[in-house]
């Protein structure tokens, strides 16, 4: 049976883990998602910045096993 997939922070962090978290999940490359989240944050008048912030405090950690 599959393993079920949750979004969480990703240890392997810049500033939370939030980018990382996001890339892991959707099998992102970590890289392309940071900037494609700066860019969307500086094209829409940094409100990118609160969607990190709440997700921050919203996305569990991710469990070092």
Do not use: H, Q
Request: aromatic letters at 14%; glycine letters at 4%; a positive charge.
């Amino acid at each position: 049976m599959e393993e079920k997939k949750s979004l969480k922070r990703s240890s392997d962090k810049m500033i939370a883990g939030v980018c990382a978290g996001i890339a892991n999940y959707f099998n992102l490359d970590k890289t392309l998602v940071r900037v494609a989240y700066v860019l969307l944050s500086f094209f829409t008048a940094f409100a990118g910045v609160i969607v990190y912030f709440i997700l921050w405090l919203v996305m569990p950690k991710e469990e070092n096993v």
